[in-house]
């Protein structure tokens, strides 16, 4: 799972560097999440990748992805964006996988205020960042 573990963050940090000028810092667990977008995906590996942003932080990465004013933002705005990044890191993260293999993924989920991460059947890693506007997780659940 090391590997995996290396991958991940590394798809991570190249998304939200490149598309949204956002500079992760590993750090702690916000108490609390506003947002969450999923993907499930299957082929030689099945799981899910769940990102957990807290409402500073999406708002920050539609100002900085569509270049707009912090009044600007609407909700369907942030929604379509947290959808975007977990798609873009996830899809990163499978491509850096094993480009040789096929996997299909899922559309995205959005939910406001989700519930904390319980730890599943399989292999889970959580990863715990800190940028200029607050905190966000992501959680890979993996079965092989």
């Known amino acids: 799972m090391g590997n995996v573990k290396e991958i991940l963050a590394e798809s991570i940090f190249e998304v939200f560097e490149r598309m949204f000028f956002i500079f992760l810092e590993p750090g702690g667990q916000a108490p609390v ?26 708002r920050l990465m539609v100002r900085n992805m569509l270049g707009l004013d912090n009044g600007a933002v609407t909700e369907q705005q942030v929604a ?3 959808k975007e990044a977990a798609n873009m890191v996830s899809g990163n993260f499978l491509v850096h996988l ?4 096929k996997f299909t993924m899922s ?15 399989g292999d ?4 715990d960042f800190d940028c200029e506007a607050g905190k966000m997780r992501v959680v890979l659940e993996m079965q092989a």
Do not use: M, N, W
């Open 107 to 121: 559309l995205p989920e959005f939910s406001a205020r989700p519930s904390p991460p319980q730890a599943g059947p």
């Open 33 to 58: 999440h506003d947002y969450e977008a999923a993907i499930r995906f299957d082929g030689p590996r099945r799981g899910t990748i769940r990102i957990l942003f807290t409402r500073p932080v999406a």
């Open 98 to 101: 094993d480009a040789s293999k």
């Open 80 to 82: 379509d964006c947290v």
């Open 124 to 127: 889970a890693l959580l990863f």
